[in-house]
């Protein structure tokens, strides 16, 4: 699995990139959800059709990796040691990425420190620190060594005619696979096992791996609370993958809200199930259907938004729909999304339809204003707002178990 290339894709979703236009694949319904899960092909399971929904956001960045005789110093006031923690090596990557979540969770005391390594002809993979919420877990990972030629995620795509492939420089990552309890994610289908994805920091030598617990089909596997996770990375010019076990436990509590919220527009009815909440991560649960025979799902490009009552809109961190027909009439989707800053009195799903350069085509770029904002048109009628327990919330949010 190459996890990158839609990682790539899918950075020109976000607000001031999505002019740019998305492929066909990604744009076919909810894989527009500002999300999208590994860059895997559509797959298609008995009566079931699959398409990925994870947001990765990619950047590149320089690193600097001074200042050793500063750190052998006996004292290091404290001014100094807050910006030493974020010079690339040596603060934690979960402070390098733009997530307020897992900006909340480092500072919090909610992430678990490591010692995990694997070396191999010279370049060292370590992972110093991972969190895990129930619903997302998020792993550091940084390398060291000699003879690297590019960043950690770096590669570049060419195409060779139709197709196109991807050159990487020595040592950047080729592919990850992991393991649950022993059980590789990849035995099972696209819309059956978590969402694999990776983003880069400010680092190019250190990178975040998430895995999102977003299976939809009950046959499918989810991570429990605790487990055994197996990390197989490749690296450009390394012949063997390195391998790595890190021990699994979630850290913070949760709320789930049960629902059943249902608004109709132009024969889309769409009910919204459940919200789920953690220090971390706000999850949507929702079940789409096109009750005109005439039409499909796909006929329509939705996208989704959630606000507070404040008028705050959420970062998309991922999301994955299934087809529960091949006429594609039928989806259930779950959307994951990044915390709030303060905790909410309400919740507002907000869908809408984004405007395409070319109105007459279901796909193409999107159409944006002066500032390069995505120009969209807001269905009111499919609009949900939930009354939320701020309180509790609140509490939650201030969560600092382990």
């Given amino acids: 699995m190459k996890p990158f290339d839609l990682d790539q894709e899918l950075r020109k979703t976000g607000?001031?990139?999505?002019?740019?236009?998305?492929?066909?694949?990604?744009?076919?319904?909810?894989?527009?959800v500002y999300a999208s899960l590994a860059d895997l092909p559509m797959q298609t399971r008995t009566g079931r059709k699959q398409r990925p929904?994870?947001?990765?956001?990619?950047?590149?960045?320089?690193?600097?990796?001074?200042?050793?005789?500063?750190?052998?110093?006996?004292?290091?006031?404290?001014?100094?040691?807050?910006s030493l923690?974020?010079?690339?090596?040596?603060?934690?990557?979960?402070?390098?990425?733009?997530?307020?979540?897992?900006?909340?969770?480092?500072?919090?005391?909610?992430?678990?420190?490591?010692?995990?390594?694997?070396?191999?002809?010279?370049?060292?993979?370590?992972?110093?620190?991972?969190?895990?919420?129930?619903t997302r877990l998020s792993m550091a990972v940084k390398r060291e060594g000699e003879g690297l030629e590019g960043g950690i995620l770096e590669h570049t795509a060419i195409q060779e005619g139709n197709r196109s492939k991807d050159i990487y420089p020595r040592g950047a990552i080729t592919r990850v696979e992991m393991q649950i309890d022993g059980t590789s994610i990849d035995d099972y289908d696209l819309g059956a096992r978590p969402g694999l994805s990776g983003k880069p920091t400010s680092d190019p030598n250190g990178a975040l791996f998430e895995l999102l617990n977003m299976s939809l089909d009950e046959t499918g596997i989810r991570m429990p609370d605790e487990f055994q996770l197996t990390v197989n990375i490749t690296l450009e010019g390394i012949a063997k993958p390195f391998v790595m076990e890190i021990p699994v436990r979630k850290s913070t509590d949760q709320i789930i809200l049960p629902l059943k919220e249902t608004r109709e527009w132009n024969g889309i009815q769409l009910t919204l199930e459940q919200l789920k909440f953690t220090p971390i991560t706000?999850?949507?649960?929702?079940?789409?259907?096109?009750?005109?025979?005439?039409?499909?799902?796909?006929?329509?490009?939705?996208?989704?938004?959630?606000?507070?009552?404040?008028?705050?809109?959420?970062?998309?961190?991922?999301?994955?729909g299934i087809y529960s027909e091949d006429n594609h009439r039928q989806e259930r989707e779950?959307?994951?999304?990044?915390?709030?800053?303060?905790?909410?009195?309400?919740?507002?799903?907000?869908?809408?339809?984004?405007?395409?350069?070319?109105?007459?085509?279901?796909?193409?770029?999107?159409?944006?204003?002066?500032?390069?904002?995505?120009?969209?048109?807001?269905?009111?009628?499919?609009?949900?707002?939930?009354?939320?327990?701020?309180?509790?919330?609140?509490?939650?949010?201030?969560?600092?178990?382990?």
């Avoid at 990139?17 to 527009?32: F, N, S, T, Y």
């Avoid at 994870?54 to 040691?81: L, N, W």
């Avoid at 096109?290 to 938004?305: G, M, R, V, Y």
């Fill in 15 to 32: 607000k001031e990139k999505l002019a740019a236009g998305v492929p066909d694949m990604i744009r076919q319904r909810q894989d527009e």
């Fill in 53 to 82: 929904g994870r947001i990765r956001t990619f950047a590149i960045g320089a690193a600097a990796a001074a200042f050793i005789g500063v750190m052998s110093s006996a004292y290091v006031s404290p001014i100094m040691a807050e």
């Fill in 85 to 134: 923690k974020k010079i690339p090596l040596i603060g934690s990557i979960f402070q390098m990425v733009n997530d307020l979540g897992l900006q909340t969770a480092e500072e919090r005391g909610l992430v678990t420190p490591l010692s995990v390594s694997a070396e191999q002809e010279g370049i060292t993979l370590s992972i110093p620190e991972v969190v895990y919420d129930g």
């Fill in 282 to 320: 706000t999850g949507i649960l929702m079940n789409i259907e096109q009750t005109n025979p005439d039409k499909a799902l796909s006929d329509e490009t939705l996208l989704f938004e959630v606000w507070d009552e404040k008028g705050s809109v959420l970062e998309t961190v991922g999301g994955l």
């Fill in 334 to 402: 779950e959307l994951l999304f990044d915390r709030f800053a303060e905790a909410p009195r309400t919740i507002t799903l907000k869908v809408f339809k984004p405007e395409l350069v070319d109105p007459s085509q279901k796909s193409g770029s999107f159409k944006t204003d002066e500032n390069g904002d995505v120009l969209k048109t807001y269905l009111d009628e499919l609009e949900i707002t939930i009354p939320v327990d701020q309180a509790g919330l609140k509490q939650l949010y201030e969560d600092t178990r382990k």
